[in-house]
Structures are given as structure tokens and as C-alpha cells.
């Protein structure tokens, strides 16, 4: 793909899995970029293998991949790398993706590497119509992994995925380029001619859908249900979920954060990241490392990250170091040591665990650690990251409606009204979820009040009982965890509907009770109707409970101190400031008017003394 440099870069199965048209023989005439890096420039494989771990935390652009390293490079050239492209007698058109954004592959359907996929396939489809019809100038089609090339992707300040960018014929490539695709824009053969100003023959013609009848179209909706329903049904144990959970939070601070090529953050990524990080910090168990140890060191930087001394790469090296870490029983992210338990209660039934070998070196436990389970991944190396961000979303709304945490949280100064929650919530997705259609279709449903969100979360904070031990929860701190159990259910149906509509369909009513999580099979309690409608809200609950919560949670006596202390003792938080000015205005104000009552009256009294005596 690149014509400027030949490379004799060998990748690894990895890097391959980060591109999506490298190996299909379908995708032409659309051409994978890749470009020979400085560290693949020198010496046989072997040492470059040998040397990747030092080059990796160097990295500008590493992300999650310990390939995609800058060490050789002087400091000053840690920059962002544009494309490597030659625009010179013809017009070229990129597609710059993620390959973990459900729709770059059309569906967000746990399959991120499937052919038949909306993007995927619309944008192979346009490129051959483009390169046929093109009349006064040749055209190039290039896909750019920003997962594999972020410094390509940060130099042409993509913000979203997927975003497509044309040159004219001529025109600099390291020019800003012109936007031919942003989610709700259309991406047609039409666009791209008007754009890069092309002549095209008159040979126009719809692009064509694979489904031909009925039956076929029978065959395709059975096929979805089925796959969904093997989605939900396969194995999982608890310490997955937070693994799971604490991937996809990694991989939102290392990637998402400083999207773009800026190192700082305005006010309101700023303010969205603090407040995203202090939630989950209270909201999550109180012992898992991940809260300890991670949220505790990032939040402990985050002064510096925010004014701009720390910036993406030490934001990256902070969340590197914790991954890098491996423990005797563990993987990182998990709740409680594998070794001990033998089995960890999932919903009901013992699921095995695998030992985890303690002989790691750093490397390994790192590209250990930052792989999802197949529970998230479905055996797709490298996907996995929106299924993790909705296990930490559930985690936080089941922690935020146990009476141990509000006490925490109160004594801290932090908010757990409902309402400031999920706006908290939608902060942190509008502000640092990359895909365009993503965060478009969850902001839109937030501020539309969707599942009568504005009625039923309430700004008050629910009411807390002593003793502070009491680890039950009330019905106003269920409602957050089930509002979102909801949110997500309206997202699978939709993401069924929208790849029903892909294959020229409607989409069946097997197809959406398919979507609804638990099914029955794991929930038989939770529905009170076959539609799968009506539902019992205690037992939903309960199931989201045991799905995402220890049954015993362990605890932290730094956590349990902070419980049983006076909410006077923390002082750090604005939020407790407001409140402490508030609570001495109280004792102060009524006060001042006495002693300003009995001054007027001193004073009064001098004023009648000083006329008598005249």
C-alpha cells in the first residue's frame, strides 16, 4: 500500500487482525495502508522481536499494540505522521477506521471482521463503482487502521469512526482533506465525483442488495436470532465481566482521551473525564485492584493531565504500567483470585476457571491483560471494547445503588443523585466514545427522555440508612441500573433492525426477542409475557445483581474508614465545599442578624442619650 517505502516487515497475526481489507481478496480496489516504520527499518526479525518490549513504552501512537513504537525516534520527532501518499495525477480517498466500532463492520454485532458488514461493504462497493466510471482522473481508494497507524490517524485529526477523507487530484496530502463521510452524511459515488470534483460515465446503477426471495431472507433472520441467543448464552464468569470491564477502561484512556492531535483537554472533556473516573471510583467494588490502583493513580494525576504537563503519553504510560503487571492468581481486571475460588457463581451455576501460569514477564502479562475474553471478544482478536464499556456501565449503576458506596460517596462529597449520574453518563459517552454513530444514537435517546428517563430519575440523592454497614438497596437506587438495563436492550433491538435493513429486510419478531437480554432461559422470572415486554423490576434487579456484583464483596479498609468518618474531614471536593459554605451560611446567618439586631439597638439607644443631652 505504501509507494514511497518497500517494506519487509513481517506482521504478526495482531497487527494483522487490526486491518480489515489486508487479506480479502474481495476488497479490491480498496488498498490496506501501511507504511515501514522506523523500528521495522533496522536489523533481522528477530531482533526487532527481541527489542519490541523497549520500543512498545516509548510508543507515541502504541495504543493497545506493543508493535507500534517510536524509540528510535528523537523526542522532537514524536509527532503525528501524515500519509504517505502521492496525489500527483490523481485524486486518492481514504477511510480512516477503528476495527473495535460496531459501525465500521455495519452492526456492532460481535463479528468485526465479517466481509458482509454495512462499512465494510458499502465502502468496497462505492470505491469499485468510482474507479469505473472515473473518467478525467484515475482514483485510489486506501483504508487506514487507526488502531495499527494512530499517528497517521492523529495527524489528520480524526475524531470519529468511520471517517473518510478525499484529495483531489494535485492537492497536498498533507493538506486537511475534504470530509466525504461523517455519520448522518451520505457516502455515495455522487458525493465522491461532486467532491473531488470527478467525471463519471453515465453508467449509474444502485448498489445491489444480496438478498434475491423469501426464503433467503427467512434463512438470514433465523441465522441472526441464533447467533445472538449464542451470544448471550456463552460462558462467562464474574471475574471475565470486570476484566472485560477494566480492558475496555484502559483502552478508553489510551485511545480516546487525547483523540485527535492535541495533548490538552478543553474544560468539558476535562470536566467529563474527572467526574467519569471519581463515579467510578466510589461505584465499583471497593476492593478490586483496578479502583486501588489504576482510577486511584489516574485520578491522582489528573491536574497535570488536564493543564496539559502530562498529555496522551503519560496518560498511556500510567494505564501501561498497571496492565503490565501480573499477579500469582490473577489476570488483571479480575475480581478475586481464580486459585482460590476454583469456580466463580455466575447466574446459578459453577463455571470452571483456568489457572493462570505466575511466570510472566511484563510483556506477556501485558498482551495478556489487554485482550478481551471470549465472552466480549467471541474469539476475534482485538474486539471486544463496546461490550466491555457496557459491563463497567452496569457495574457502576449496581454499585451505585448499594447503601456502603452512597455512604462512601457522601463522605467524599460526590453526588449519587440518579439524574446527575447518567448525566455523568452521557458526558463521558459524548465526549470520548469515537463512534460517530455511537454516540449520535445514545445522546439523541438521553436527551429525548427515552424509557421515561426524566421522570424516573430523580435529582435527590436517595436517602441513606444506618448502619452505615447495610449493604441493601431502595427503589430509588435501583432505578438508575435499570433504566440503563433498558438502554442497552433498545440498542440491541435497534442494532438488529438497522442489519435486518442492510440485507434489504424487515426484521423479524424471533430477531428482537433474540436481542433482549437475560432470555428467559437465564431469567425465567423476569418476564411476565412471551414478548418479553412486561417485566418484574425486583427480579431484573436481582439478576443484573448476581450477573454483575460479588456476593460477598471483600473489603477495603481504607474504604471502610472513610465510611465511618465525618464528611468534615475530606475537604478536597468542590462539591463538598459548596455544600460546607452552604451549611455554615446556615449557622452564621441567623447569628449575624442578632448581633446586627442587638448593635442597632446599642446604637439606637446612644443616639436618644446624645439628643436628651442637646
Not at 110 to 137: G, L, W
Not at 198 to 214: D, F, G, Q, R, V
Not at 248 to 268: C, E, H, P, Q, V
Amino acid at each position: 500500500a505504501n509507494e514511497t517505502e518497500e517494506s519487509d516487515h513481517e506482521f504478526t497475526e495482531a497487527e494483522y487482525s487490526m486491518m480489515m481489507y489486508e487479506k480479502d481478496e474481495g476488497a479490491f480496489p480498496v488498498i490496506e495502508y501501511h507504511y515501514m516504520k522506523d523500528e521495522w527499518k533496522h536489523g533481522a526479525p528477530s531482533k526487532k522481536k527481541s527489542a519490541l518490549p523497549d520500543l512498545r513504552k516509548y510508543a507515541k501512537d502504541s495504543g493497545r499494540k506493543t508493535l507500534v513504537d517510536l524509540n528510535k525516534l528523537a523526542p522532537e520527532d514524536e509527532k503525528p505522521v501524515p500519509l504517505l501518499l502521492d496525489t500527483s495525477g490523481r485524486a486518492i480517498v481514504v477511510e480512516f477506521y477503528a476495527p473495535w466500532c460496531g459501525y465500521v463492520h455495519g452492526n456492532s454485532s460481535y463479528t468485526p471482521h465479517d466481509p458482509s458488514s454495512h462499512s465494510f461493504k458499502k465502502y468496497i462497493q462505492v470505491a469499485q463503482e468510482v474507479v469505473r466510471r472515473a473518467i478525467n482522473s484515475p482514483v485510489a481508494f486506501f483504508a487506514v487502521s487507526c488502531e495499527l497507524y494512530r499517528e497517521v490517524c492523529r495527524a489528520h485529526e480524526v475524531t470519529g469512526f468511520p471517517m473518510v477523507m478525499g484529495w483531489p487530484r494535485w492537492r497536498n496530502i498533507q493538506e486537511k482533506g475534504i470530509l466525504l463521510e461523517k455519520y448522518r452524511q451520505p457516502f455515495t459515488v455522487d458525493v465522491v465525483a461532486s467532491r473531488l470534483r470527478l467525471k463519471l460515465a453515465h453508467e449509474a446503477k444502485p448498489i445491489a442488495s444480496n438478498t434475491t426471495n423469501e426464503k433467503e431472507q427467512a434463512e438470514l433472520a433465523k441465522d441472526a436470532a441464533e447467533r445472538k441467543r449464542e451470544c448471550f448464552m456463552t460462558h462467562s464468569t464474574l471475574n471475565d465481566r470486570y476484566h472485560d470491564a477494566a480492558t475496555s477502561l484502559a483502552f478508553l484512556l489510551k485511545s480516546s482521551i487525547f483523540l485527535g492531535s492535541s495533548d490538552t483537554l478543553n474544560d468539558r472533556r476535562a470536566l467529563a473525564l474527572q467526574e467519569f473516573l471519581e463515579w467510578t471510583y466510589w461505584a465499583v467494588p471497593q476492593d478490586w485492584h483496578v479502583r486501588t490502583g489504576l482510577i486511584q493513580d489516574v485520578l491522582g494525576h489528573i491536574v497535570s493531565l488536564v493543564d496539559g504537563r502530562g498529555g496522551a503519553r503519560t496518560l498511556i504510560d500510567l494505564v501501561e504500567v498497571h496492565q503490565s503487571r501480573h499477579f500469582h492468581f490473577n489476570v488483571w481486571g479480575d475480581l478475586v483470585p481464580r486459585e482460590h475460588t476454583g469456580h466463580i457463581i455466575g447466574l446459578g451455576v459453577d463455571v470452571p476457571h483456568h489457572k493462570v501460569a505466575s511466570n510472566h514477564t511484563s510483556k506477556e502479562a501485558l498482551l495478556k491483560n489487554i485482550q478481551w475474553t471470549e465472552a466480549c471478544s467471541h474469539k476475534v482478536i482485538g474486539s471486544g471494547y463496546t461490550c466491555g464499556l457496557w459491563e463497567l456501565f452496569h457495574i457502576l449503576t449496581i454499585g451505585s445503588s448499594l447503601q456502603d458506596h452512597r455512604w462512601f460517596a457522601f463522605r467524599r462529597g460526590y453526588s449519587t443523585a440518579p439524574m446527575e449520574l447518567a448525566q455523568v453518563l452521557k458526558r463521558a459517552v459524548n465526549q470520548f466514545l469515537a463512534c460517530d454513530v455511537c454516540r449520535w444514537n445514545f445522546v439523541n435517546a438521553y436527551d429525548r427522555c427515552t424509557h421515561d428517563r426524566c421522570k424516573r430519575l430523580v435529582d435527590d440523592m436517595p436517602e441513606l440508612h444506618e448502619p452505615v454497614e447495610n449493604t441493601s438497596e431502595d427503589d430509588v437506587g435501583k432505578e438508575l441500573a435499570i433504566w440503563l438495563w433498558e438502554v442497552h436492550n433498545s440498542v440491541n433491538v435497534r442494532l438488529m433492525r438497522e442489519s435486518a435493513s442492510e440485507e434489504d429486510r424487515n426484521v423479524t419478531k424471533d430477531e428482537q426477542l433474540a436481542a433482549v437480554f437475560p432470555p428467559p432461559s437465564l431469567c425465567p422470572k423476569c418476564w411476565h409475557d412471551d414478548t418479553l415486554r412486561v417485566y418484574d423490576k425486583n427480579e431484573v434487579y436481582a439478576f443484573l445483581k448476581r450477573w454483575y456484583w460479588p456476593p460477598s464483596e471483600s473489603r477495603n479498609v481504607a474504604f471502610q474508614r472513610a465510611i465511618h468518618q465525618r464528611p468534615a474531614v475530606f475537604v478536597s471536593h468542590a462539591r463538598l465545599l459548596r455544600s460546607k459554605v452552604e451549611a455554615w451560611w446556615f449557622v452564621v446567618g441567623p447569628l449575624g442578624i442578632v448581633a446586627a439586631a442587638i448593635l442597632w439597638r446599642v446604637l439606637d439607644k446612644k443616639a436618644d442619650l446624645a439628643r436628651k443631652n442637646v
